[in-house]
């Protein structure tokens, strides 16, 4: 099984940085794609980067792009989410989410309905 747990969330100043990181909560031998998906008060859901299985290929979200790096150790078995530049609308909760297949190693995907397996969330919060 491959249930996301996210960690690293916390209370920054605009302009700060925070490092999020996504394991495993049981044991894997192998990796999956992995996305990170946001979530504000009232509002919906919206992804936010995304890395294949492999860590060949990722993309990030237009307004993340520049400030936010997804990346990933396969030998930990972790992904991580470096987020630098962090301004007030970045703020949310912030899931980590892992897709079941393993086929198609270089592939990433940005829709959260490929995803099988959802973290709790971590709360990020920037204060302006």
């Known amino acids: 099984q491959v249930q996301p747990v996210e960690s690293g969330g916390g209370l920054v100043q605009a302009g700060g940085s925070l490092r999020l990181s996504c394991g495993a909560s049981?044991?894997?031998?192998?990796?999956?794609?992995t996305g990170w998906f946001r979530q504000a008060p009232e509002k919906e859901r919206e992804f936010v980067a995304a890395?294949?299985?492999?860590?060949?290929?990722?993309a990030h979200a237009d307004s993340v792009k520049g400030r936010f790096t997804i990346s990933r150790d396969n030998a930990k078995k972790m992904v991580y989410l470096q987020m630098n530049s962090l301004k007030p609308e970045d703020t949310g909760v912030y899931y980590c989410?892992?897709?079941?297949?393993?086929?198609?190693?270089?592939?990433?995907?940005?829709?959260?309905?490929?995803?099988?397996?959802w973290g709790q969330g971590t709360q990020v919060t920037v204060s302006s």
């Open positions: 049981g044991r894997t031998f192998t990796n999956h794609a």
């Open positions: 890395i294949s299985a492999s860590g060949s290929s990722s």
């Open positions: 989410a892992r897709r079941e297949g393993t086929y198609f190693s270089g592939n990433y995907y940005t829709n959260p309905d490929e995803y099988t397996y």
